[in-house]
């Protein structure tokens, strides 16, 4: 069994809710995450992660979502048309932040091959790319990524994915350490009949040094000596869910997922780019299907353990992140350490 973060803590109810069986975003049924890691020579250390909703044909079968801004300094592709229309149509790619105009490029013609029809016949694709900026420890004017790792990292998603400085989280820095992607999961109990989970999946490379708090223990606390670094970099969310939420509701978790960054330090500064997106695998219905659909719908006054549930995600899934990265050398030599040095340091 992979050790994750928590299981270094000392026992006690650090969080509520309890985790999906795996305690990743893929307790989700249906839900797959897929890598590409590029780490060669001195300048190429970034890559592609890929989240898929389902298994399916995405643009024939879209998923309800919804997204938040929480601070706007990213350069994301999708986003405006996912919140138009309340869907997400393609997989859901992390990279860096050169790397958006090729992916996207990547998904639409993968999206074509699947659906010649589209941009002749029928409509056009919304790619959803999402970024963060590995600038400090990969040389991003190089261009490293390419379409072919898009499809590579889609065709081999799966249940079980690695976290830490692995695919997109390859080149990230969190809080002045190896960052990465991390994810978490919830059971979500609303009644006795009324039983889901919610997933998270970040891709964090966002936090000062200085104002970094573990479990509410301030890091300076423990080492105030160690140079210090403005908040920026960026954060990328996203959430799953197997409840029946509209892109309403949806909207609303995204909302909260600030909530967990707060606790940890976060300020989301003036160069962070934080930005949240949620979809639900149900009442899926097909575009080539009947004109009307019946779909089930949570009721508002359940959403409350959802929002809780999406901080307690979001909060676990950076300290995945962090607790899974190793230190990492960037292409101008310097050095990101790893936060399980923290950790010994701090005990």
């Not at 989700?28 to 300048?43: D, E, I, K």
């Not at 080492?223 to 959430?239: C, E, F, M, R």
């Not at 997922?257 to 997106?277: F, N």
Request: proline residues 3%; aromatic residues 8%; contains cysteine.
């Amino acid at each position: 069994m992979t050790v994750q973060f928590r299981d270094s803590l000392s026992p006690g109810d650090w969080w509520v809710h309890p985790t999906g069986q795996k305690n990743l975003i893929t307790d989700v049924p249906g839900v797959t995450v897929g890598h590409t890691t590029l780490n060669q020579g001195t300048t190429a250390r970034t890559g592609v992660t890929a989240i898929l909703p389902h298994g399916g044909d995405l643009f024939d079968r879209p998923v309800h979502a919804a997204s938040a801004v929480l601070n706007g300094f990213g350069k994301s592709i999708g986003l405006v048309q996912l919140d138009e229309l309340g869907e997400i149509e393609t997989p859901i790619i992390l990279t860096n932040t050169f790397a958006v105009g090729d992916c996207g490029k990547a998904l639409i013609k993968r999206a074509i091959r699947q659906n010649p029809a589209i941009g002749r016949k029928t409509a056009t694709v919304n790619p959803l790319v999402l970024e963060c900026n590995d600038g400090i420890v990969n040389d991003i004017q190089a261009f490293h990524v390419t379409e072919e790792m898009v499809d590579h990292a889609i065709d081999q998603a799966s249940e079980h994915f690695q976290q830490g400085a692995v695919g997109a989280g390859t080149g990230m820095k969190t809080f002045g350490f190896t960052g990465g992607v991390g994810s978490a999961s919830r059971q979500v109990k609303v009644d006795a009949k009324c039983r889901y989970h919610l997933g998270a999946l970040v891709l964090s490379n966002f936090g000062q040094k200085s104002e970094l708090r573990v479990m509410g223990k301030k890091y300076s606390a423990f080492n105030p000596s160690l140079p210090d670094a403005q908040d920026k970099g960026s954060i990328i969310i996203v959430l799953a869910t197997d409840a029946p939420l509209d892109s309403r509701q949806l909207g609303r978790i995204c909302k909260r997922a600030g909530a967990a960054l707060g606790r940890m330090g976060s300020y989301w500064g003036h160069q962070s780019g934080d930005i949240a997106i949620a979809f639900s695998t149900q009442n899926s219905h097909s575009r080539s299907g009947a004109a009307e659909y019946e779909a089930t719908r949570l009721a508002e006054n359940s959403m409350n353990i959802f929002f809780h549930a999406a901080v307690e995600a979001v909060e676990e899934a950076v300290l995945n992140a962090m607790w899974f990265a190793r230190a990492s050398v960037g292409y101008t030599g310097k050095t990101l350490p790893e936060f399980h040095a923290f950790l010994t340091q701090a005990s």
